[in-house]
């Protein structure tokens, strides 16, 4: 459970002290006052993710020269700094050794947006992106694989780069992909099976039809992965960057057989959007034995009244839930049992 939120000089907080409802909250406001910025906050202090930036330095207030975020939860008080462009992390005022240390007792995360409809429709890019935030929360070997990978990948594709290099030195690289790679392939492919019937269930809650939904990983190849990286070796020198792995994978979505990007009409391909988000919940607690914290940004107000109270009703009873929006007309005769802040120009009222 979220207790007590203290930002210093975090996007549009100069500084902030928030006493978090023990139920969450709906957080109202126009748009650009800090919103969302408050949620990404939170996200940021139990994930070491943002839903809103790869890099540190945009989460800094303008004219500073770092950030601070401290979170107080059930399991302890959790603080990170951001200064001089280095990250440091403190559980109750205990430094981490490394981000595992920091992430072992964070309660797990969902995050919904009004953009989640790209992971139907949209690139392989934001379906990564989703097994790779989910997968981090999920499984301890998940986070060192995927980071492990990522840095030999980075040093490969440098390696292809300069003309100076050896087919040797290639095959090192590849060696470790291969190992990093091989294991992330098996716990994303772990990872959709074990999503498989909660977003069955939920596409059926949410939609009101009883569609099979189905999930596919789709590898970038066939072949074993160190096979398949000696076989592209030639066509990564020619474009100077690695073709094959699972920075290329991606995962296929089917409803009743047909794929959901070419045939699923637009509120078909959000209903499976939002299915494909609430699944993390199920599932997380299930392997985890926490109820995630719930964030919804700004997306009540993209869907019809049947799904948007579908949506209302597949919400835990027993979670934290934060929500923001900019008005509160989608409502109508729904009553939301979550207090109400009012979010303007960086203030909460």
């Not at 490394?98 to 934001?126: H, Q, R």
């Not at 789709?218 to 072949?223: G, I, N, R």
Request: glycine share 6%.
């Amino acid at each position: 459970m979220l207790a007590t939120l203290r930002l210093m000089n975090f996007r549009c907080y100069p500084a902030l002290r928030w006493e978090i409802p023990p139920e969450g909250a709906v957080l109202l406001g126009n748009n650009a006052q800090g919103k969302t910025s408050l949620m990404e906050a939170i996200c940021l202090a139990l994930t070491l993710h943002s839903p809103r930036t790869t890099r540190m330095e945009p989460l800094v207030a303008h004219g500073c020269s770092g950030f601070g975020i401290s979170l107080d939860t059930d399991l302890g008080t959790r603080r990170m700094t951001w200064e001089a462009r280095k990250l440091s992390l403190h559980i109750d005022g205990m430094p981490c050794r490394d981000y595992a240390d920091f992430l072992a007792e964070a309660p797990p995360v969902v995050w919904l947006s009004n953009g989640d409809i790209s992971l139907v429709n949209g690139t392989a890019e934001e379906r990564r992106k989703y097994l790779d935030f989910l997968g981090s929360q999920w499984h301890p070997h998940y986070r060192a694989a995927l980071l492990a990978y990522r840095k030999a990948l980075k040093a490969r594709n440098m390696l292809l780069r300069n003309p100076r290099r050896t087919r040797a030195a290639l095959q090192s690289y590849a060696a470790v992909m291969a190992t990093h790679g091989e294991l992330l392939i098996q716990l994303r492919n772990q990872l959709l099976r074990l999503l498989q019937p909660h977003i069955t269930h939920l596409h059926m809650q949410i939609s009101g039809q009883a569609e099979q939904v189905d999930l596919q990983y789709a590898p970038s190849t066939e072949l074993d992965l160190m096979s398949a990286l000696e076989a592209s070796t030639g066509d990564d020198e020619r474009t100077g960057h690695t073709t094959v792995g699972p920075h290329r994978d991606d995962f296929h979505l089917h409803i009743a057989g047909a794929a959901a990007a070419t045939f699923a009409s637009e509120g078909q391909q959000r209903t499976l959007s939002t299915a494909l988000l609430l699944a993390q919940s199920g599932m997380l607690r299930e392997e985890t034995g926490f109820p995630p914290i719930i964030f919804i940004d700004d997306i009540f107000g993209e869907l019809d009244p049947n799904r948007r109270r579908a949506l209302l009703d597949t919400l835990p009873a027993d979670g934290q839930i934060f929500i923001t929006t900019t008005h509160l007309s989608w409502l109508r005769d729904t009553a939301i049992p979550l207090p109400t802040h009012k979010i303007s120009a960086g203030r909460i009222q």
